[in-house]
């Protein structure tokens, strides 16, 4: 079992949409949870972080975790063609250790 | 302020060679993480600096080995050079405060080809 799973995607949205992106880690002891976001041929930028159970809104995103389940997500409110990109789910598993997914592509239509 | 720079972009090598990359954090960054991205297997996490001392290391054979200088810049080598070396090479840096730190700046990366 991979240590963070993520559906491969693409997730396709209309613009306007709610896009919903969801993410599993198999360590419980994990403490600190990260969403970035990698456009084509670029590198990888955070766009969130959230270290305890609920929500935590940055305006349109909303990063929600779980950790009975082990389960964060990242909800984006009025899509916009240019969120498409690859977001990527990373887990510290402690040991100064971030570990990634392979990422869901994420395309918003316009 | 300046962000993460990784020298080279890109470059070129035959197998059984080997390969130095470098990179220089963000001003006042001490963490530099090392990652290799392929297509396939996404972001794999190949080790860890912090005041030039190696905290952790990712599933990678001792070919890959990396170091870490007084002025916080990173080096990572790799020797003979393999086809599945083949790879995006990032470079990472945090102010990594706390062991739960994973806000990482990257670079641009490395874009390394073995032939």
């Known amino acids: 079992q991979k240590e963070v799973e993520q559906n491969s995607g693409p997730l396709s949205v209309p613009e306007g949409a709610i896009a919903s992106l969801n993410c599993t880690y198999s360590?419980?002891?994990?403490?600190?949870f990260f969403w970035y976001r990698q456009y084509s041929g670029k590198s990888p930028e955070l766009i969130m972080s959230i270290y305890s159970n609920g929500d935590k809104e940055d305006g349109r995103f909303t990063a929600q975790l779980n950790k009975a389940s082990q389960y964060v997500s990242l909800l984006i409110r009025d899509s916009q063609p240019s969120d498409s990109a690859t977001y990527l789910c990373?887990?510290?598993?402690?040991?100064?250790?971030?570990?990634f997914g392979s990422g869901t592509r994420l395309l918003v239509r316009p | 302020k300046a962000g993460v720079t990784q020298t080279p972009r890109y470059l070129i090598k035959t197998r059984g060679q080997q390969v130095t990359l470098s990179c220089s954090p963000i001003?006042?960054?001490?963490?530099v993480s090392w990652y290799q991205q392929t297509p396939g297997q996404g972001l794999q996490f190949l080790f860890e600096?912090?005041?030039?001392?190696?905290?952790n290391k990712g599933n990678f054979p001792g070919r890959f080995s990396g170091r870490q200088f007084s002025n916080s810049r990173s080096e990572m080598n790799v020797s003979t050079l393999e086809l599945g070396d083949s790879a995006l090479y990032l470079c990472?840096?945090?102010?990594?405060?706390?062991?739960?730190?994973?806000?990482?700046?990257f670079g641009e990366g490395s874009r390394l080809t073995v032939l």
């Open positions: 001003s006042g960054h001490r963490s």
């Open positions: 360590d419980r002891v994990s403490q600190s």
């Open positions: 990373a887990v510290n598993i402690g040991s100064y250790k971030l570990i």
């Open positions: 600096y912090f005041s030039e001392t190696q905290r």
């Open positions: 990472a840096s945090s102010l990594n405060t706390g062991s739960n730190t994973g806000e990482l700046f």
